[in-house]
């Protein structure tokens, strides 16, 4: 079995992996670097699968992290289509699908996650999408492009966009089903959840809140239709299951790693795991946040290319603390955005007016600002940030009047 040594290793091929790659070059690290991903693209970015790129505005060279010869040019290895398979954690050797040994001296994990799966009658029917890579996106588009009905099963990120770009884009007649009440409810309340829903249905987008699946029913090939435990029938061409996603921690657990309780790699506020040398980033890391006071794991976009920068420093001893607060951002089609910092829940301050698509929702706990999200204004979520970092306390009714200057809070 062929073995070498290589300085850093970099497992799994998306986002944080992708970006702790660069860093560790352009923080000038000069040794070798070798990145190991199980997909068959390079590293990307996955926000576009269910926008731009599903809207086909964007093309794959848009999508992808960087351009296939900026590798080469930055002297790091990349292997595609591979899998660590075996992690030794005490002699850091991992052992790759293709059989090869890798001895590493520092190493990072950023193996993702992987969508939860429905587990119903008829799950098994032609037609039904998960959608988390670049494939999916593809299949996805191919149906929205020849069949005329689709229903998406979940009332957050994936239904709500999924919902969006096919309606927009491909003039699909779209329809979610969820168990919320209203779109976005677990994680922006009833009132903000139902101004989503409100946009997505004024563009034709029907919402059937308060709906469990039951089964899907199909030709004996195709899905041709989705079926609620309230007896609700929705007839279809194709669906898109978007009901969340797990860490995928396989590979950490198999090589002794201490997980977190929200399931992720446990690791220090620097993103080092339990192991000396080894860190994690993205969506498997569950570290230990400076700017929420414990343990935090987040599936967004810039937390994991943020943490992917933080670890390559770490990687190369320079002893950082993670403190960039968390920022998320999505698109409705070209309907609506939001940008969001948190996380975190509490009451809920308005200021502006959503019905001029021009507000920021603060969620406050104990006076303290904890998250907030806006639609078009962006400069409040600058103030935000940092009266999040700051804990500062605030009062709600100066926080709501869109004359007060966020800036002497
Ligand atoms: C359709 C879609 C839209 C999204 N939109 C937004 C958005 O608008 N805003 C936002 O903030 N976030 C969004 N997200 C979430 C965001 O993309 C993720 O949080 C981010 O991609 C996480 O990056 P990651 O590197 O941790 O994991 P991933 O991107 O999942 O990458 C992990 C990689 O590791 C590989 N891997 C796993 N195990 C192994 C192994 N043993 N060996 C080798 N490779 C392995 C996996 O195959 C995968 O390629 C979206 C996600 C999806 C799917």
Known sequence: MARRKVDHLVIGGGLAAANCARWLREEGGEGSILLVGREPDPP?????????????????????????????????????????????SSERVATLSTKEEIEFETALLATGANVKRLRVDGCDLDGIHYLR??????????????????????????????????????????????????????????????????????????????EELERFEGDGERVTKVVTKSGLELECDFVVVGIGVTPDVTLARAAGLELGEAGGVSCSAGLESSVPGIYAAGDICEYDSPIHGGPMRIEHWDVAFNQGKTAAFNMLGRGLEHDVVPYFFSDLADWVSMEYVGPGSGDLVVRGSMYEHA??????????????????????LEHASRLLTERTKVDPTALADPDTDLGSL
Request: charged share 25%; hydrophobic share 40%; net charge negative.
């Open 44 to 88: 990307y970015n996955r926000p576009p699968l269910s926008k731009g790129y599903l809207q086909g505005k964007e093309a794959r060279e848009d999508v992808l992290f960087r351009p296939d010869e900026w590798w080469d040019e930055q002297n790091i290895e990349r292997l595609q289509r591979t899998s660590v398979m075996k992690l030794d």
């Open 133 to 210: 890579a670049f494939a999916n996106s593809e299949a996805i588009k191919a149906d929205a492009q020849s069949r005329k009905r689709a229903v998406l099963i979940g009332g957050s990120y994936i239904g709500c966009e999924v919902a969006a770009s096919l309606t927009a884009a491909h003039g699909v007649d779209c329809s979610i089903v969820m168990m919320e009440d209203v779109t976005f409810e677990p994680f922006y309340g009833k009132e903000v959840g139902g101004f989503f829903q409100g946009v997505l249905e004024e563009h034709g987008v029907t919402v059937h809140g308060g």
């Open 359 to 380: 507000f920021t929702a603060f969620y406050m706990d104990e006076g303290r600002v904890v998250a907030a999200l806006t639609v078009g204004r962006s400069d409040d």
